[in-house]
Structures are given as structure tokens and as C-alpha cells.
């Protein structure tokens, strides 16, 4: 925390007590929410409502042509459940997200079982797949539709206790479901993945695996295997993937990632040895992985992504776009390269 106050704007670091006791309070309103049924749905009667529609979010395109995601108030989302024949209290189903500046609650809805198209018309918007949806609204709501679809992908797959068979229920706040029968309780799982820019000093090195779109390397990724550290992960799948040992490791940041399912992304830096650099892809996992110069990374972090890539001709270079964390570790890779730590 000290690192980052470092870094803020002297306007942010003088309003940070205040801030600060914000998010505290805001902080507990939310884990009270989690624990207190009453409290949620008094909280979910006078919050917001997004939607989504067998997973889709629902997006409206404003006046500017800016796409963004609608919340409903409660009755609002009431009123227009009854008029397309369904009971109002299908609200109830919401799950909590998280909570506004004001401590307005915000929950998501997934209203699959009506028609697309009259939900559609009645909120003036559309239902859009998640990727489309989360490259295209803006920064702080794209982490919140992609938390909104991988909780309610999560209470869709575990209806059902894996021990007992028998129906599992959930909380009002959607936070975990139950079984009664056995007393397991079951909470929103993600798998944690390590991603990784490796570089020799000079260079760093990408790779790409078959399914991405032409011409696009990204930093090397692998799942956790169970009672690894990320450490231990990072290490391993470097070498499983380009033969390489890494030296040294320095973490950089970490986000969630939806696709393909919730993913836990923690994000580092690692080096090798300059005279341990030949690379040695492993191709069942990855189709090419090599290194490249600053000059080249410069050229692709300019690129409008994805670029016209015509098919006869070698496809241009690009990298993850912006909101992705092999984009900043990309960049943060091309700062330590031009501005390199002198140690003071
Ligand atoms: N946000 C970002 O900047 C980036 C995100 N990513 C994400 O990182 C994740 C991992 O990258 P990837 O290189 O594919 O991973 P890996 O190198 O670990 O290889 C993927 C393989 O791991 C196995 N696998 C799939 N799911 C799991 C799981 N939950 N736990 C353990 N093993 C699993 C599968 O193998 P099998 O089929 O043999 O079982 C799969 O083919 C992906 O979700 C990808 O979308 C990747 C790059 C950039
Ligand atoms: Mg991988």
C-alpha cells in the first residue's frame, strides 16, 4: 500500500483518510450484505440490476454512440418482469456484486427463461456475448460484467452438492450456496493461472498458441497445479512450454479473466540467465514462442489491435490489447527497458 500511496497524485494522497474511512465502511456494508439475509434484500429493494440473458450482459448504446451498462432500480426490473408475464419477485434471484460510492447496492440478474428479444425491447438495449461486451464498455465497467457472468455461470453449474446429489441453495447475496443434507458449503471458485513475461536482459519473449488470432503473441500462461506455489508454477511452466529456467521472478500486478472461465491471473516479470536463452517450444502447447527486441515490442504496442492482417502477406506483430495483463506487462517491460532502475 505504502508503494502505491508513492505514486498517487497529491490531490488522491490528501483526501486518502477520508477515502480511506469510505472504503471502510463500504467495505463492511458489503460483508454484512454477504451475511445478513434481511439486510441484503432490504439492500437489493432499493439497489441497481444489470442483466444478463443465458450469460450475455445486456448493453445499451447511448445518444455518443457509447455503449454502457444499463442498472435497472428494483421495481423498475419488477415492473418489467410482470409485463413480460413473469412473477416480479424473479428479482429476488439477483446476486450481489458490489456496492456504489453511496452505498447503493448493485446486483445481476441472468433472465434466461424469457424471450431475448421482449426483454430487449423493453429495456432498450441488447444482449451481447461477454468478449464483445467486455472489450467494448469502459474501464470500470468491464470488471463488473465479468464478475456479474462468472458468478452466475458459477450458480448455474452447482445446483447440486458433488457429494450428497441433492440440491444445493444459495444466500440471498449469492455469495455461497448450501446442502443442507450434508452441511457443505460451497463458494465461487476460480482457478489461479500464472502469466509471465520473460526476458533476457534485452529481449523478452512471446509466444502464441494456435487458437489466437492471427499474429497476436502474448506472455506465457499456465494453470496452478494443486499445492504449488505460484513461484513453483511460474518455474515450471516456463519450462514445460519453452525450455527455459528462470533465475528470477518480480510480481507485477494480477486481475480476473472470465474467458474461458474464471481465472485468477497473477502477473509477473522473471529473467534468465543470458547465456540460458535457447528456446525450445514445447508444440503441443504453444505454436511459436521467440524473442523479440524493444524496437519490435515498440512497433506492435503501437498497433491498433487487431490490425488488418492480409492474408497473403506475414501477418504484423500485435499484443493482447489494453485491458488485458499481458498488455501491461508488455509495456511496464518497455518502461524498465527505457527508464532502467539505477538502484538509488
Ligand atoms: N489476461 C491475459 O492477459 C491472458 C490470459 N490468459 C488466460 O490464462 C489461462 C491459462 O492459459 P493457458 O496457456 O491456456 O494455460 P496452460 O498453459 O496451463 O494450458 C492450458 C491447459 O491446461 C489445462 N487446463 C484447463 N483448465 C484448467 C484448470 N482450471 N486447471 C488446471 N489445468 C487446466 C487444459 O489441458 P487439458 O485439456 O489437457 O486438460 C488446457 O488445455 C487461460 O484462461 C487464458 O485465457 C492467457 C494469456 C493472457
Ligand atoms: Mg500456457
Redesign the pocket.
Known amino acids: 500500500m505504502l508503494r502505491c500511496l508513492r505514486v498517487l497524485p497529491a490531490r488522491v494522497t490528501r483526501n486518502f483518510s477520508r477515502w480511506c474511512s469510505n472504503y471502510v465502511a463500504r467495505m463492511r456494508f458489503i460483508n454484512r450484505l454477504k451475511e445478513d439475509e434481511g439486510a441484503c434484500l432490504t439492500a437489493l429493494e432499493s439497489g441497481d440490476v444489470f442483466l444478463y440473458h443465458t450469460l450475455a450482459p445486456l448493453l445499451r448504446k447511448t445518444q455518443q454512440g457509447v455503449f454502457q451498462l444499463p442498472l435497472l432500480p428494483f421495481k423498475d426490473l419488477e415492473g418489467i418482469l410482470n409485463r413480460l408475464g413473469k412473477d416480479g419477485s424473479m428479482v429476488k434471484d439477483s446476486v450481489l456484486i458490489t456496492c456504489t460510492e453511496q452505498n447503493r447496492a448493485l446486483f445481476c440478474l441472468d433472465v434466461g427463461e424469457l424471450d431475448q428479444q421482449a426483454v430487449e425491447k423493453e429495456c432498450g438495449g441488447n444482449f451481447v456475448d461477454l468478449r464483445k461486451a467486455f472489450f467494448t464498455l469502459r474501464g470500470e465497467e468491464a470488471p463488473l460484467v465479468a464478475r456479474g457472468q462468472a458468478l452466475l455461470r458459477w450458480h448455474q453449474g452447482n445446483g447440486f452438492c458433488s457429494a450428497s446429489g441433492k440440491p444445493t441453495t444459495r444466500n440471498q447475496a449469492g455469495s455461497q450456496r448450501v446442502c443442507h443434507s450434508n452441511g457443505l458449503v460451497y463458494y465461487p471458485k476460480m482457478?489461479p493461472?500464472i502469466?509471465t513475461l520473460v526476458s533476457d536482459g534485452k529481449r523478452c519473449l512471446l509466444a502464441r498458441?494456435a487458437s489466437f488470432p492471427r499474429g497476436m503473441f502474448?506472455?506465457?500462461?499456465?494453470?496452478c497445479?494443486m499445492g504449488e506455489t505460484l513461484e513453483e508454477t511460474l518455474r515450471r511452466?516456463v519450462a514445460e512450454?519453452v525450455g527455459l529456467e528462470v533465475v528470477s521472478v518480480r510480481y507485477s500486478g494480477s486481475?480476473h479473466?472470465p474467458?474461458?472461465?474464471s481465472?485468477f491471473?497473477v502477473a509477473c516479470h522473471a529473467t534468465v540467465s543470458p547465456g540460458n536463452t535457447q528456446v525450445d517450444v514445447d508444440h503441443e502447447?504453444l505454436e511459436e514462442a521467440r524473442w523479440f527486441t524493444l524496437e519490435e515490442i515498440r512497433a506492435a504496442l503501437k498497433l491498433r489491435t487487431p490490425p488488418r492482417n492480409p492474408r497473403d502477406q506475414p501477418p504484423t506483430i500485435w499484443v493482447?490489447p489494453s485491458y488485458?495483463?499481458?498488455?501491461k506487462l508488455i509495456r511496464e517491460w518497455v518502461d524498465d527497458q527505457e527508464h532502467p532502475y539505477d538502484g538509488k
Do not use: K, N, R
Not at 502474448?218 to 494453470?223: D, E, P, Q, T
Not at 488485458?324 to 498488455?327: E, G, M, S, T, V
Open positions: 482457478s493461472v502469466i498458441q502474448s506472455a506465457l500462461a499456465g494453470f497445479d511452466e512450454e486481475q479473466w474467458f474461458p472461465q481465472s491471473m502447447e493482447p488485458a495483463i499481458a498488455h
